[in-house]
């Protein structure tokens, strides 16, 4: 681990480093996005180097595209791969039942159809990101740029109908514009009293016509790797904490949660 990280830094490197350890050669690896995410990169393409792991990668993001070649990983589209055997990817806030909010960097949608794509999805975040309730951070929603303004309205006015908005609803800005998204697309970033029922939040959402996706993540994680300000990491499952403490997997037969879950 580098010397240097700043405490947030060596959680998120350490929660990348344990996460990496479940990669074995021959799978189809969903490439998360994020700076999180881009610590499992950069430790994939490590491994290629060292070992020879042999990994088809296919990215999140065209962020992720770009790291992922550049540390040597061999990438696909998801039509090439078609099905993942692992998602590796960070998140905004997870809860105890490791639902997810996601989107902060923008790559909600990619990540969506990645990890739903995915026979397991481990999610890998820092200590902070875990929270009793989701909802403290906003709510990153994908839109349309045709008639964004009119969506916008429509999602607002259906959140005060729900009695969840807090402060307004406000485009993600780029500088001066909008943000776009590598599907072209805009985000309205939701500031949310409380989510409640995050399942239905998230299918009244999508039910907006302009609205592509939203960064609620239900019933898709599988496992998140917590990383520690000293480096240590804690692994959680839906059944409630995985004592586990830094070891590496000792189980190297392909189930990659064979490790005491
Ligand atoms: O759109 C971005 C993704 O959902 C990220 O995985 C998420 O924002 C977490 O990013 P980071 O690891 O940088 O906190």
Redesign the pocket.
């Known amino acids: 681990m580098p010397e240097t990280l700043s405490p947030i830094e060596r959680a998120?490197h350490a929660a990348a480093w344990r996460a990496s350890a479940y990669v074995e050669s021959g799978m189809r690896v969903g490439l998360?996005?994020?700076?999180?995410?881009?610590w499992m990169v950069r430790r994939l393409g490590e491994r290629v180097a060292e070992e020879g792991l042999q990994i088809v990668g296919v990215p999140?993001?065209s962020r992720t595209a770009d790291l992922a070649r550049q540390v040597g990983l061999t990438v696909a589209s998801l039509d090439e791969a078609k099905w993942l055997d692992l998602t590796i990817?960070?998140?905004?806030e997870f809860d105890g039942a490791l639902n997810l909010v996601?989107?902060?960097?923008?790559?909600?949608l990619q990540?969506k159809i990645v990890a739903t794509a995915s026979d397991r999805m481990i999610v890998?975040?820092?200590a902070a990101?875990e929270v009793s309730a989701l909802g403290s951070f906003p709510l990153?929603v994908e839109i349309v740029p045709f008639g964004w303004q009119t969506t916008k309205a429509l999602v607002v006015e259906t959140l005060v109908n729900m009695d969840v908005l807090g402060r307004e609803a406000t485009l993600r800005m780029n500088d001066d514009v909008p943000y776009v998204t590598d599907e072209g697309n805009y985000i309205v970033d939701l500031n949310l009293l409380r989510i409640g029922n995050a399942r239905q939040l998230s299918l009244v959402l999508n039910q907006i016509p302009g609205v592509v996706e939203n960064?609620l993540f239900i019933d898709v994680c599988d496992m998140v790797v917590i990383g520690h300000g000293d480096g240590a990491v804690t692994l959680r499952d839906p059944s409630g904490i995985a004592a586990h403490s830094a070891a590496l997997p000792q189980n190297e037969s392909g189930n990659i949660f064979a490790d005491g879950d």
């Open positions: 998120k998360g996005t994020g700076s999180t995410a881009a999140t993001s990817d960070g998140a905004d996601k989107g902060g960097g923008g790559a909600l990540e890998i975040a820092d990101k990153p960064g």
